[in-house]
């Protein structure tokens, strides 16, 4: 069976930083699309990051330049390093993989881990 954990999440000071990881077991997510989304209370799930197999990643606009994210293959897994976190970035992040070309949108994937919670508060 194919299956995503994440793990990693935690509670930060705005301005601190958190790596999360995304262990798959079942399949290899080398070559294929993985993204990690997040959705915070009240608010739909929103894609954070993705990338095609082992070319450019993608961002969303409010993330750039502060999440990075990365894979390692020999571990067949998937990490989000997340500086400069923000209060709004407090949500629940998920790792998922998928095929499509519109990386944003939740219905390209079909395999999701269970979340793991990133909360940034003073």
């Known amino acids: 069976q194919e299956h995503l954990v994440e793990s990693g999440g935690g509670s930060v000071q705005p301005g601190g930083s958190l790596r999360l990881s995304c262990a798959a077991s079942?399949?290899?997510?080398?070559?294929?699309?993985k993204a990690w989304f997040r959705q915070a209370p009240g608010k739909e799930r929103e894609g954070v990051a993705a990338?095609?197999?082992?070319?450019?990643?993608y961002y969303v606009d409010s993330v750039k330049g502060r999440f990075t994210i990365s894979q390692d293959a020999a571990k067949n897994t998937m990490y989000l390093q997340m500086n400069g976190l923000k209060p709004e970035d407090t949500a629940v992040y998920y790792c998922?993989?998928?095929?499509?070309?519109?990386?944003?949108?939740?219905?390209?994937?079909?395999?999701w881990g269970p979340g793991t919670q990133v909360t940034v508060s003073s």
């Open positions: 998922a993989t998928g095929s499509g070309a519109s990386w944003q949108n939740a219905d390209m994937y079909n395999n």
């Open positions: 990338r095609y197999g082992l070319g450019s990643p």
């Open positions: 079942g399949y290899d997510i080398e070559h294929i699309l």
